[in-house]
């Protein structure tokens, strides 16, 4: 079983920043590709950001653009999403994503 431990959620207000971390339990992590989701209340999940095993290329959401970077440690197994100028909208609970595997999430809330 490869756990994917997500932390560094919490409350902010608006224009504030957090870092999110994922660190995984497995060697693999730091050769595959990993992915940010998140899932705000009533919403659909949906894909924030990508990074492949590299570091090189890196995919972001239209709506975080220039908000948001991710980043990895491979010799740490962890990838990190740095979030600045946070809005309300980004309000969510994040999740860390290595095919096929999960972690728990954690909670993001945006305040004005």
């Known amino acids: 079983q490869v756990n994917l431990v997500e932390s560094g959620g919490g409350l902010v207000q608006a224009g504030g920043s957090l870092r999110l971390s994922c660190t995984a339990s497995?060697?693999?992590?730091?050769?595959?590709?990993v992915l940010w989701h998140r899932q705000a209340p009533g919403k659909q999940r949906e894909l924030v950001a990508a990074?492949?095993?590299?570091?090189?290329?890196?995919y972001y959401v239209d709506s975080v653009k220039g908000r948001f970077t991710i980043s990895r440690d491979n010799a740490l197994k962890r990838v990190y999403l740095q979030m600045d100028d946070l809005e309300t909208e980004d309000t969510a609970v994040y999740y860390c994503?290595?095919?096929?595997?999960w972690g728990q999430g954690t909670q993001v809330t945006v305040s004005s």
């Open positions: 990074i492949t095993e590299g570091g090189d290329t890196n």
């Open positions: 994503h290595c095919r096929p595997y």
């Open positions: 497995a060697r693999f992590f730091s050769t595959s590709h």
